[in-house]
């Protein structure tokens, strides 16, 4: 299962999560309090990139605290921002 690079970067920002530009893109994320938190990932932009496969998916879910089929959610939006929290920061 794979998904588009601009679909995930999309999805992230929309979630929560801001990019820090450099060699990568590294999104990191703010919770709904505004306060930074340690949760972070990063992706490649390179132009061979364009789509991320199941390896690098299953990566990034477990860089900020999710299962992989979590993150597919949280792409596909199934996951709001709310959710993520109290999945990814369990009380």
């Known amino acids: 299962m794979t998904r588009a690079r601009d679909d995930i970067d999309a999805a992230l920002l929309r979630k929560g999560f801001r990019k820090d530009e450099g060699d990568h893109h590294?999104?990191?994320?703010?919770?709904?309090?505004?306060?930074?938190?340690?949760?972070?990932?990063?992706?490649?932009?390179?132009?061979?990139?364009?789509?991320?496969?199941?390896?690098?998916?299953?990566?990034?879910?477990?860089?900020?605290?999710l299962t992989k089929k979590s993150f597919l959610e949280l792409v596909d939006c199934t996951l709001d921002q709310t959710g993520y929290e109290k999945t990814a920061f369990p009380k």
Do not use: F, R
């Open 26 to 65: 590294y999104y990191i994320y703010w919770n709904l309090s505004g306060k930074k938190t340690i949760k972070k990932t990063k992706m490649s932009h390179g132009s061979s990139y364009k789509t991320i496969g199941d390896p690098l998916l299953g990566a990034m879910a477990k860089q900020v605290g």
